[in-house]
């Protein structure tokens, strides 16, 4: 089977530059909103897509250490990836880091490329731990928290983000 455009639309969709939600309720092109509009349009396509959630962690990034320190101890960082199904194999196809974000460190994944992560995973949840997991995070309660607590962490994330990639001449090209 050709995958061009399936390979497109992942390519598409990692190049926009990587963000993260730093209030609840708003979009940005982090993890989950990118995982979703791939499983979305694979989906379109006729791939058998399907979300996964895993927990991460943020220490085996190049995020500078006074960014880091910021994490709160007492909140569980998550990732959010796709999974598709491609020639009866599911794969792992994260298009949460784009090329610019790469540039500074980050792993950026490839279409034809089998398993790859774009942030250490620590432990990923089967499908039964999952829906525990969403029906927690997505109560407004627990986002309300989630965000009161993680939002220095977050802001000095995306300005640090923004400020490298600007700093790298590669990122102009983009």
Not at 110 to 116: C, P, T, V, Y
Request: glycine share 4%; hydrophobic share 40%.
């Amino acid at each position: 089977m050709n995958h061009d455009v399936a390979k497109k639309v992942f390519e598409r969709i990692r190049n926009q530059p990587y963000l993260v939600t730093t209030e609840q309720g708003e979009v940005a092109p982090n993890c989950f909103f990118k995982g979703c509009q791939l499983i979305h349009e694979l989906s379109i396509l006729g791939y058998g897509v399907r979300g996964r959630t895993a927990e991460m962690d943020w220490t085996r990034t190049p995020l500078p250490l006074e960014i880091l320190d910021l994490i709160p101890d007492d909140i569980l960082q998550l990732h959010f990836f796709p999974e598709v199904l491609i020639e009866n194999e599911w794969r792992m196809l994260d298009p949460s880091i784009d090329p610019a974000t790469a540039r500074i460190g980050f792993h950026m994944n490839e279409f034809d490329k089998r398993k790859q992560e774009c942030f250490k995973l620590t432990k990923v949840y089967e499908l039964e731990e999952q829906i525990v997991v969403f029906n927690r995070i997505s109560q407004p309660s627990y986002q309300k928290h989630y965000f009161e607590r993680t939002r220095p962490f977050l802001l000095a994330v995306n300005a640090w983000l923004v400020r490298e990639r600007r700093g790298h001449k590669a990122f102009i090209d983009l």
